[in-house]
């Protein structure tokens, strides 16, 4: 498969398009990255360069073509039960504070979910909580989970997984509990965990209205690819969003800068929480 031409005006311009429709910033040193994301797609749309990408993307029929770039340049990589913390804050503060009887109602947002493996991590560590508490068999949690990746929304959506991705962070008697075997190597999560679940596409830069009012967001490893500008206004609107005094839960390596007035640390040891001021 022969490379395509990347100029630097190319780049440019692709560049600014991918950060106007998404929100992800290419630093320019990223050119590589780029041709190795982008080598097959432009292969198969028989393009020469990122100038002719650009130029038919941003026409009326484009809309498809935008999707497909947007999904081979965004990182759909994801573990069961990432970084353990947050779920352990969810079992030992979160789920004891909003699941409180069993006429309880939560929610819970799951922003750029990927292929599925946090909120359906999440949805399982609530049954697993519900199933311990003697009062709360009528407690409902209802999780949203979005994507901005078509791909990886229908991945998420049809719930089935390799062994090999069910080894990423998944134990063996969760495995065995939430998970039922339809093929000689692939797994299907159970429809308790599903029914819980309601995946919508949506990028981070428009409207969150189809959300309603979490509980709790998990924001998680995403806003790493936003400039500041594009961080802070995401988690403004996440701040509108929120329930009064609702929880954000942001990935290990991402912090609130210049927001103290919107939201108040809470140190979970180990893990930090947001609360919504």
């Not at 797609?41 to 935008?66: F, I, N, W, Y």
């Not at 949203?144 to 791909?151: F, G, K, L, M, V």
């Not at 500008?229 to 509108?240: N, S």
Request: hydrophobic share 40%; glycine share 6%; proline share 3%.
């Amino acid at each position: 498969m022969n490379p395509f031409t990347i100029t630097p005006k190319g780049f440019k311009q692709f560049s600014s398009y991918l950060e106007n429709s998404c929100g992800i910033v290419l630093a320019d040193n990223k050119q590589y990255l780029v041709q190795c994301r982008l080598s097959k797609l432009m292969s198969d749309q028989a393009l020469p360069g990122l100038e002719q990408l650009v130029d038919k993307m941003s026409t009326l029929q484009g809309r498809q073509l935008t999707d497909m770039v947007v999904d081979a340049m965004t990182t759909n990589e994801t573990l069961w039960f990432r970084d353990s913390h947050p779920y352990d804050v969810l079992a030992k503060r979160l789920f004891p504070e909003l699941l409180a009887s069993s006429t309880s109602n939560m929610k819970i947002w799951s922003a750029a979910c990927a292929t599925g493996q946090e909120p359906y991590s999440i949805s399982m560590a609530a049954s697993e909580y519900i199933e311990s508490k003697s009062n709360l068999k009528g407690a409902k949690l209802s999780i949203i989970a979005t994507d901005i990746s078509s791909t990886a929304l229908n991945a998420a959506k049809k719930g089935e997984y390799e062994l090999f991705a069910l080894g990423r962070g998944l134990s063996s008697e969760r495995q065995k509990k939430f998970f039922t075997q339809v093929y000689a190597d692939t797994w299907r999560i159970n429809q308790q965990i599903r029914e819980a679940i309601t995946f919508k596409a949506i990028n981070l830069l428009d409207s969150y209205s189809m959300i309603g009012k979490p509980d709790v967001v998990f924001c998680r490893n995403v806003l790493i690819y936003f400039s500041s500008d594009l961080k802070r206004q995401i988690l403004r609107k996440i701040h509108t969003q929120l329930s009064p005094g609702g929880y954000l839960v942001l990935g290990a390596s991402e912090s609130l800068s210049g927001l103290s007035d919107m939201f108040e640390m809470i140190h979970c040891h180990p893990g930090i929480l947001y609360r919504a001021k």
